[in-house]
């Protein structure tokens, strides 16, 4: 069983607020990789809402997220990966705005996009959210738990917890392929 596949632990409190911001990362990443598949149309709509979510909610969690969690991440490697994927997907983000306008995005970009913003999101929940847990002090956890508190309260969070203005498709599953 590869480390992506390792189940994720019961979440700490202070991590809960950016594994809420990951179900959106992951909607996203599951909209771009059924469009892949599907016609132009499909695309260039599964590339406009990523865009709008990476502008609104995704790019900033990945600068909370390199600016809190680094610290707590007791391997250089791993501190390492954090950042250079989120670069990777950054370009990404920032190639898909040229691809937006072509006449038929490339639907292999469009399934690759997906595909990496899944794998990090799986990667970060399976991996990186437990060794914080495992190894940060009571301390560092106290005062990420103050931190992504005052994040939650920046986010336009509905009771559940999810973000209020997705639209009622957002609001399924992420894996469900239905």
């Keep these: ?38 016609d132009r149309v499909a695309r260039h709509k599964a590339l406009a809402d990523f865009l709008e979510a990476w502008r609104t909610e995704i790019e900033p969690h990945f600068r909370d997220e390199e600016r809190l969690l680094p610290p707590l991440i007791p391997a250089q490697a791993d501190r390492r990966r954090l950042i250079d994927d989120h670069a990777a997907i950054t370009r990404a983000a920032e190639e898909a705005m040229v691809k937006r306008r072509a006449v038929d995005p490339d639907p292999e970009f469009v399934e690759r996009l997906g595909l990496d913003l899944e794998e990090h999101i799986r990667w970060e929940e399976r991996v990186v959210f437990n060794l914080v847990q495992e190894n940060a002090s009571p301390g560092q956890l106290e005062a990420l738990t103050e931190a992504t508190a005052q994040l939650e309260r920046s986010r336009n969070r509905g009771r559940d917890g999810r973000e209020t203005d997705l639209d009622a498709s957002t609001q399924t599953d992420p894996s469900d392929d239905s």
């Excluded at 632990?9 to 990789?33: F, T």
Aim: proline share 8%; net charge positive; hydrophobic share 35%.
């Design 1 to 38: 069983m590869s480390e992506s596949d390792t189940p994720p632990n019961k979440r700490h409190e202070a991590l809960i607020p950016l594994s809420r911001d990951h179900y959106v990362g992951l909607v996203h990443a599951h909209r771009l990789m059924k469009a892949a598949s599907k």
